[in-house]
């Protein structure tokens, strides 16, 4: 492996590590709760509580530095994200490469020493033209993992430009925001975002079943049930009780008329 990931990043720091960055995420975005005030106001005309939306305290504080924050970090923390997933997928795929490579020399060293023993130069004419299984095996993992990752990129790409053109748009139009001139248009957009959120949250997990073998061979260990070979096995089953059922009933149908 290019890491020692797994006694690096183990279950507490990985935990501790999401809290914290939750925390972070969500307490920035803490004041956006108060920025409107909510009040009801019983309408005799229509005989129901009609809700009113007023600016609030927050809205206009710091001159609005704390509404420009809001949008600023709907762009900041998402292309933070982006950076890190594409600087480290970029860092695997190389250090793939780099074992790879280190693994050829390695073989390279073996075999010029087993060329010089007189011994081995014959076993050594007769596997030179054939390619390394360790080699070959490298490199259709290394294109393998450079694919799923990259499908994941594109896919986390999707979600995030849709967010880059809202908060973009409202930076730009002041007018571009809640209960304000294109309120309507942003609600489209908000309800937009909020569906590839969705998607991209949920479509790693078949992007992961899909691509990667040990991902696919422990989920189908532990839900044996899920996978193709228990299905039709299991249908296989129940075939085999259908036909079971019919011969039982054909024979005491011979008998009855017996």
Not at 28 to 43: A, D, K, L, V
Not at 138 to 154: H, Y
Not at 156 to 181: C, G, H, I, Q, T
Not at 189 to 198: G, P
Request: hydrophobic share 45%; with cysteine.
């Amino acid at each position: 492996m290019p890491f020692k990931v797994k006694a690096l990043v183990t279950p507490p720091i990985t935990a501790s590590f999401m809290a914290g960055l939750s925390l972070v995420v969500f307490g920035s975005f803490s004041p956006m709760f108060s920025i409107y005030t909510i009040g009801y106001t019983f309408s005799p005309f229509y005989n129901a509580s009609i809700v009113t939306v007023t600016p609030g305290a927050n809205y206009f504080a710091m001159d609005g530095l704390i509404l420009k924050l809001y949008k600023f970090l709907g762009i900041f923390y998402p292309a933070v994200f982006c950076a890190i997933m594409i600087s480290t997928s970029t860092i695997i795929v190389f250090h793939l490469r780099n074992s790879k490579e280190k693994l050829d020399n390695m073989k390279g060293a073996k075999s010029a020493k087993s060329a010089k023993s007189a011994q081995a130069s014959a076993a050594a004419t007769v596997t030179a033209g054939q390619p390394s299984l360790s080699s070959a095996t490298l490199t259709r993992r290394e294109v393998k993992v450079t694919k799923m990752l990259l499908v994941v990129i594109l896919v986390y790409l999707m979600d995030f430009f849709p967010r880059l053109v809202k908060y973009s748009a409202s930076l730009v139009e002041p007018e571009f925001f809640m209960y304000k001139r294109y309120h309507n248009l942003m609600m489209v957009m908000s309800n937009v975002m909020w569906i590839l959120d969705f998607l991209n949250a949920s479509v790693n997990f078949f992007i992961f079943l899909g691509m990667s073998t040990n991902f696919n061979k422990t989920f189908y260990t532990i839900f044996p049930r899920c996978s193709k070979h228990e299905k039709d096995k299991h249908s296989g089953k129940e075939r085999g009780s259908k036909t079971n059922d019919k011969t039982t009933l054909q024979v005491s149908e011979i008998e009855m008329k017996k």
